[in-house]
């Protein structure tokens, strides 16, 4: 596969990504707008567990490498956002909120943990 | 450019202006990845550096543009296309947590607490000081960019 080629599907899966992440976080905003950035949690959640069945799906299956780049570097790169988070992270710590800041961002974290090792096992379960 | 009444993010231009600067985030991400390589159970220099980096100018964009005033629909766009999109694009969480699950895998528990930590502590002191250095940049910076008043 060509460098241009790689460039292309990270970059298709990546624009995707950030579209559907702008969508449903807003969308999540508007409709718990309780202070706690539901929107940025969630989708981060949601492409990890993505992140871990496509993983699991590569481990155990003939797919190529080109499924790595659109799906795993692109699409799960593209549709979660590290910066977003934490500078969601430090306007709760501005705002005084430290306990609930620390809560998001460890709270962030161990989820997406917990959601790469879920969709991995899945996929080992299902194709292992 | 936006159509009045439509929130944002159902307005197909803005979410076609986030995928673009989405695109081009992550294609530099992935060149960093190809600059700063490593194998599954080693510390992600590549992934810990873009996601320290786009903490920081994250920080300093959104900290600039908060102070330019109630935002005008250009100064919405630059937040779309540089911060949801470009930035947004090129840090990501879902590398990160399939990082510590592959050192935790490996049964390196130290390493990937130590990873996991450092993104995290180090994350949050780049965007803190992003949005100190965004408190102090001056309106006129990249010219019409990031000038509050005058529209379109």
């Not at chain 2, 979410?15 to 985030?25: E, H, I, K, N, S």
């Not at chain 2, 130590?114 to 949050?124: I, P, R, S, V």
Request: glycine content about 14%; overall charge positive.
């Amino acid at each position: 596969m060509t460098g241009l080629l790689a460039a292309v599907l990270v970059g298709v899966g990546g624009g995707l990504g950030a579209a559907v992440r702008f969508w449903a976080a807003d969308t999540i905003k508007a409709r718990r707008p309780d202070g706690f950035p539901w929107g940025t949690w969630i989708v981060n959640a949601l492409g990890a567990l993505l992140i871990g069945l496509v993983t699991g799906w590569l481990a155990f299956s003939d797919a190529g490498e080109h499924w790595h780049l659109l799906l795993a570097i692109g699409v799960c790169g593209g549709f979660t956002t590290f910066s977003t988070a934490i500078v969601e992270t430090v306007t709760m710590m501005r705002g005084g909120r430290h306990a609930a800041a620390v809560g998001h961002a460890l709270s962030t974290l161990a989820v997406s943990w917990a959601a790469v090792v879920a969709g991995f096992a899945l996929m080992a379960a299902l194709l292992g | 450019m936006t159509s009045p009444g439509r929130p944002p993010h159902q307005d197909l231009r803005l979410v076609t202006l986030v995928a673009a600067g989405g695109a081009v985030g992550s294609v530099a991400r992935y060149l960093v990845s190809l600059v700063l390589p490593h194998e599954p159970g080693e510390w992600p220099w590549s992934t810990f550096a873009v996601n320290l980096a786009g903490a920081f100018l994250l920080g300093w964009l959104l900290e600039a543009l908060a102070r330019r005033g109630p935002e005008t629909p250009r100064l919405r766009r630059v937040r779309l296309f540089f911060g949801t999109g470009m930035l947004g694009g090129f840090t990501t969480y879902s590398s990160l947590a399939l990082d510590i699950t592959q050192l935790t895998g490996d049964g390196t528990w130290p390493a990937a607490l130590g990873y996991a930590g450092a993104t995290l502590l180090l994350g949050t002191l780049a965007a803190l000081l992003g949005v100190l250095l965004g408190a102090r940049t001056p309106p006129s910076t990249f010219g019409r960019l990031l000038r509050g008043r005058d529209d379109r």
